[in-house]
């Protein structure tokens, strides 16, 4: 009975080693050839990744090699355009300054004021060498002066209004508007000169065909402030390499804005000198005045005798030359 028994616990035994190893070694292929399966998944994925990370980095060198590029080629053109502003000619001067004229009418308005003063010079008894001093100086001066004083305020009229057409192109971009749209808007909404210079910028796109950078580049020699020259380098940059505009244009809004604010900070800060300046250089005029009001007969000297007039003509140039230092000392630039 025990024998039997013991024979079929041995049975047993046996058939459940046989069925375990049986079943051990199907498991183990198993798991060996999903292992192996893992293995290679994992080193496709490792193989996808190294090559989309070279490709990133690719791209990436890329565009950093174009954006140095653009800003060489930028940098370059800069400088050829910053000796055409240093001295630019009679017509851009106009043109910058507002103004339609051609040059025959500015050589008649030269004329015209020559005359005027020159005629108000001679019936103020001035002697012969002062009427003709005074006739070349309006002549040559007195135009261009006048340009001058146009150019610059129109450049203040462009930089106060500039920011707030940024942030149009800005806020038409994010909400799915093409820049050439956003430019139309800028052209037919914005404030003088702002509105002038997109619409030549449209016009130039569309009647020349003319792209957009080169469009815009155009804008620094129309208007020569650091400003229109920041926005042309962004277009440039996004135009040839790529890059979300609206963030980039968004930056330079928030850079024109605080420049406006340190431009601002800076007048406050150098007002005591300016007032200084002020009182420094209408001081002599305002003795000469009083002087003239209590003893006429003891200034119209200078007026009179021939000393008198060199005087006041030494005075004139000495009290011109203070003038433009102390100008000079107290133009704070950013």
Not at 199 to 222: F, K, M, T
Not at 261 to 279: H, L, P, R
Not at 301 to 311: D, M, Q, W, Y
Request: aromatic share 6%.
């Amino acid at each position: 009975m025990l024998g039997s028994t013991g024979l079929i616990a041995a049975i047993a035994v046996l058939t459940m080693l046989s069925v375990g190893s049986i079943a051990y070694v199907i498991l183990a292929g198993r798991i060996r050839d999903e292992n192996q399966i893992e293995n290679r998944l994992a080193g496709l994925q490792a193989k996808s990744m190294a090559v989309a990370a070279a490709g990133r980095t690719s791209d990436a060198t890329k565009r950093r090699k174009t954006i140095q590029e653009t800003l060489e080629e930028m940098e370059r053109n800069q400088k050829a355009r910053q000796k055409r502003t240093d001295s630019p000619p009679l017509m851009l001067r106009l043109q910058q300054a507002g103004l339609n004229w051609t040059r025959r009418t500015f050589v008649v308005i030269s004329i015209v004021a020559a005359l005027v003063i020159g005629v108000i010079a001679f019936f103020a008894g001035l002697p012969l060498y002062a009427v003709a001093a005074a006739t070349i100086g309006a002549g040559l001066g007195l135009p261009r002066w006048i340009v001058g004083r146009l150019r610059k305020r129109r450049f203040k009229l462009f930089m106060a209004e500039f920011p707030n057409a940024v942030d149009v192109i800005v806020r038409g971009i994010k909400s799915g508007l093409p820049v050439g749209d956003c430019l139309r808007i800028i052209a037919t909404e914005a404030k003088e000169p702002v509105r002038s210079e997109f619409r030549l910028i449209v016009d130039e796109q569309q009647g020349l065909g003319l792209p957009l950078a080169e469009a815009v580049a155009r804008l620094p020699e129309r208007v020569p402030v650091t400003e229109a020259n920041f926005f042309a380098i962004v277009i440039a940059i996004q135009q040839r390499a790529g890059g979300n505009l609206s963030e980039a244009l968004g930056n330079l809004s928030r850079v024109l804005r605080e420049r406006a604010k340190m431009s601002g900070k800076i007048q406050a800060m150098s007002m005591e000198a300016k007032a200084s300046a002020w009182i420094i250089g209408v001081l002599p005029v305002g003795v000469m005045a009083v002087t003239f009001v209590s003893s006429p007969k003891y200034i119209m000297l200078l007026f009179t005798e021939p000393l008198g007039n060199v005087i006041l003509g030494c005075s004139a140039v000495w009290m011109l030359i203070g003038i433009l230092v102390m100008r000079k000392m107290i133009d704070f630039k950013i």
